[in-house]
Every structure is written in C-alpha cells, then in structure tokens.
C-alpha cells in the first residue's frame, strides 16, 4: 500500500493569488496525478506528474494554471495560480502503487479543501 | 473510455445486503471493471476490481453479467460507515490506471 499525504489540508485565499499544493508518498512511485473535485461533483483528472519530465495535461487544463512539480519519486507539487472563486474546490493526489501480480492499484491522498474568496 | 451508468443514490438499513449496479454496455473485450468509494471528506479508496470472473475480497464481491455489459457490487452486511460514493469505472487494463470517474452512487445506509 502508500501512504499519501498532502499539505495544506485546506486553505482560504483571496482571488488573485496562488497556492502550491504539496503531495508525499511513503514510497517510491512511478505514476502519480493530480484530481480536482468541485463542490458536490465527482473527481476530474487534472493532469499526470511525470518525475524528471513536465507534467501531461488533461484538455481543459493547461500548466499556466497548474503549474506542477515532481522533483523525485515521493514528492510533487500543485501550483493553482491566479485564483478565482471558480477554482474552490478540492485537489486530491494520486498513485499508482504494483501490488500482486500484474495488477495496479491507486491510492489517493485526503484532498485539499480550497476555497477563494 | 467506455462509459459506465449507475444509479445516483440507493439506499439501505445496517446489516442488510447492498447491491450496487452498473451498467457498462460499451465495454470491450479487454476492458478491467474497477469499483472505488468515496466516505465522506476523504479521498477514493480501492474496493474490488474484475475482469469475466466473479470476485470476492474482504471488503465486497463484485458479479460480473456473462455478456459483461453491466456489474454489481455486493455489499454483504452494509454497516454505517460503508456510507459512501460509490464508482464503477472502466480501464483498458490494469497496467497504467488512468481513471476516469463519472457521478458514482451515492449510498446511505440508515440504523
């Protein structure tokens, strides 16, 4: 299994300003991605962080606004730049973890609960 | 990625059997049936995935349609803390698991 936590758990911040979103894994990890989940929506992938590369966006998503780091293979970061109210919601890490045999599992990390005011 | 349907809420009194549906009639042949749940103010955890064959774990069974066009996860005795969202996704395999989550089932369950 992973463990996964994230940093803040929730934050409030004025429109206009940026937040960066950190993930850490227990373990290495090759595949790890960062979901959105607007406010009584179900989950949408943002993008997947790619450790030594930059990350691959989902459509609809673009790295201006996301900005996102994955320095090695038990950390990354979410940058929401430029916020607006639209952008409340809450961020959610993943990773991929091998269990046994052929099959891939994905944990998730608790969220971050964002909202702009 | 093929498109699943459930049902957007059911409900169910402790201790009795839940059965969850799904309906994936666009499935092909290589496709990997995965159920994640959602508690509240968490993130998705792994229930139960399958491919033809029906499967049992700690947490559920998951019977799969002979034609594969649709699935039910199975709740054995449902508790209150297995109040959840429940998503039934679809993936080309288990190799890379991109997920792709449509709106869930939302289930209470009532003492």
């Known amino acids: 299994s992973a463990v996964i936590s994230q940093k803040p758990s929730r934050d409030i911040c004025q429109r206009g300003t940026s937040l960066t979103i950190q993930c850490q894994v227990d373990?290495?990890?090759?595949?790890m991605f960062w979901y959105r989940q607007q406010p009584g929506q179900s989950l949408t992938l943002i993008a997947t962080a790619n450790q030594g590369s930059e990350a691959t966006y989902e459509s609809g998503f673009v790295i201006d606004k996301f900005p996102i780091s994955r320095p090695n293979l038990t950390f990354s970061t979410l940058t929401v730049s430029n916020m607006s109210p639209e952008d409340s919601s809450i961020y959610l890490c993943s990773v991929v973890v091998n269990l046994a045999g052929a099959f891939n599992e994905q944990f998730f990390g608790p969220g971050t609960r964002l909202t702009v005011l | 990625d093929a498109k699943t349907t459930q049902p957007n809420s059911m409900e169910s009194n402790e201790e009795e059997p839940v059965h969850l549906p799904c309906n994936h009639s666009?499935?092909?042949?290589?496709?990997?049936i995965h159920w994640y749940r959602q508690l509240p103010s968490q993130g998705p955890e792994y229930v139960i995935h399958?491919?033809?064959s029906n499967v049992n774990n700690r947490m559920a069974s998951l019977a799969i349609a002979e034609d594969r066009k649709s699935s039910t996860l199975i709740l054995h005795r449902a508790t209150l803390r297995d109040a959840a969202v429940y998503y039934c996704?679809?993936?080309?395999?288990?190799?890379?698991?991109?997920?792709?989550f449509g709106t869930g089932t939302r289930l209470l369950v009532s003492p």
């Open positions: 373990s290495q990890v090759t595949m």
């Open positions: 666009t499935i092909s042949g290589t496709d990997y």
């Open positions: 399958g491919l033809t």
């Open positions: 996704i679809l993936t080309m395999n288990t190799g890379f698991q991109k997920l792709v």
